[in-house]
């Protein structure tokens, strides 16, 4: 390749990266716009309270897990 269609790819990729910047910036603008609507308009959940979530009705038991074995050569 020339240093001519290099420089042409180098630009598009600036391009493009430049607009997938943008696009990401704008986007990230909705999100938080569209956060702080739901928490002013009171949709989103508050936390449970600690101390008044339910208790569980069994403690939790580490289980082990079995290793899968390789299959055996036939004969």
Not at 5 to 25: N, P, T
Not at 61 to 72: I, N, Q, S
């Amino acid at each position: 390749m020339t240093d001519a269609r290099w420089q042409r790819v180098l630009r598009l990729m600036d391009e493009a990266y430049a607009d997938y910047l943008k696009g990401m910036a704008v986007l990230r603008k909705r999100v938080v716009a569209d956060l702080k609507r739901k928490l002013s308009d009171g949709k989103v959940l508050d936390r449970p309270d600690l101390e008044q979530s339910s208790p569980r009705t069994r403690p939790a038991v580490p289980t082990r897990h079995r290793r899968t074995r390789g299959r055996r050569p036939r004969g």
